[in-house]
């Protein structure tokens, strides 16, 4: 099945500067991949996707990259603000026809005013 | 919209104990999943339906863990007996299609097992 790496598990930022977290993928069928940001005691909240028939889509201050050869997507926050502090997950759909996301162990993000 | 609800917030129950979790997902979404996220680790799936039919329920430890969505819209979780393991937050999510993404998700009930 599938399997979702993350890294950094933890990730400290001066504010303003960039922020940037990856993950891998196993299963070459994977064609869904969101990023959720997690508030501490919220539910994740979807922040930004990507398909696999594009290599990169940009949403204000949040990009994310996929690279299909290598099976890695990263994202990456540009000028940092404090509010950004969270937990950040990445997730892969398994493929097939259920969609269920797969998602990786989460990147503590913590931007220091 | 409105999101997606559940309840209780938080549970605290001795092992051995049972209990329920209740969610309501956004109205009009066909697909519902229930999450278990351990501290410190991303989320798992536990269970997918779609309208009132189970979808996927691999990863559900059948034994102690039940899960039903009648008529379609709410669902309840239900662990019995609890282990100690159990303790965690339990996320419910919902989508409007199976296969596009683009999950919601609950707030989460976090569940203590003492």
């Known amino acids: 099945g599938e399997n979702v790496e993350q890294h950094p598990s933890t990730l400290s930022v001066q504010e303003g500067d960039s922020a940037v977290i990856k993950c891998t993928y196993s299963d070459s069928a994977s064609n869904y991949f969101p990023w959720y940001k997690q508030e501490l005691g919220k539910g994740p909240q979807l922040i930004i996707d990507i398909r696999s028939n594009v290599g990169e889509k940009k949403d204000q201050r949040i990009a994310v990259t996929l690279n299909k050869t290598a099976k890695h997507f990263s994202l990456h926050i540009t000028e940092t603000q404090p509010e950004d502090s969270a937990v950040y997950f990445c997730a892969a759909s398994n493929g097939g026809s259920q969609g269920n996301l797969i998602f990786g162990k989460g990147t503590k993000l913590s931007v220091k005013p | ?114």
């Open chain 2, 1 to 114: 919209e409105a999101g997606v609800a559940q309840s209780p917030r938080y549970k605290i129950i001795e092992k051995r104990q049972s209990v329920a979790f209740w969610c309501n997902p956004i109205s009009g979404h066909a697909t519902l999943y229930w999450y278990q996220q351990i501290l410190g680790q991303g989320p798992k799936l536990l269970i997918q339906f779609q309208n009132n039919g189970v979808v996927d329920d691999s990863q559900l430890p059948k034994d102690r863990f039940s899960a039903e969505r009648l008529k379609g819209v709410d669902s309840t979780l239900k662990i019995q007996p609890a282990k100690l393991e159990d303790s965690a937050v339990y996320l419910c999510a919902s989508s409007f299609l199976r296969d596009r993404g683009g999950y919601t998700f609950g707030s989460g009930t976090r569940l203590t097992v003492v």
